[in-house]
């Protein structure tokens, strides 16, 4: 019953910024850690940033911190991940999951529900 539509993703040169956004339906959400992943071709899904049902707590990789902002509005029930200072290794498809529960996890495998992603290509 819950559906996650990721939207935002495009190309950009380095250095440059996008805001992805993640809508959130069949279900609220307000209550359950929401998070980002990324996988580019040959690679393991990656952690990127996650945020706690109410917005106060988030936690990012540390390949992104001071560059992402990850933050939300339950109220329409939207998941957003605002990207500076694009880097070419940022490239990959982006996705919004919500978590089994309400706490904090890296692991792609404590996420239950999953967006189908959206392509981010940084150019060099």
């Known amino acids: 019953q819950v559906q996650l539509v990721e939207s935002g993703g495009g190309l950009v040169q380095a250095g440059g910024s996008l805001r992805l956004s993640c809508v959130a339906s069949?279900?609220?959400?307000?209550?359950?850690?929401m998070g980002w992943f990324r996988q580019a071709p040959g690679k393991d899904r990656e952690f990127v940033a996650s945020?706690?049902?109410?917005?106060?707590?988030?936690y990012y990789a540390d390949s992104v911190k001071g560059r992402f902002t990850i933050s939300r509005d339950n109220a329409k029930n939207t998941l957003y991940l605002e990207m500076n200072s694009l880097k070419p290794e940022d490239t990959a498809v982006y996705y919004c999951?919500?978590?089994?529960?309400?706490?904090?996890?890296?692991?792609?495998?404590?996420?239950?529900?999953w967006g189908r992603g959206t392509q981010v290509t940084v150019s060099s």
């Open positions: 999951a919500r978590s089994r529960a309400g706490y904090h996890s890296t692991s792609h495998r404590d996420y239950a529900y």
């Open positions: 069949g279900r609220p959400f307000a209550s359950y850690f």
């Open positions: 945020i706690s049902g109410a917005g106060y707590n988030t």
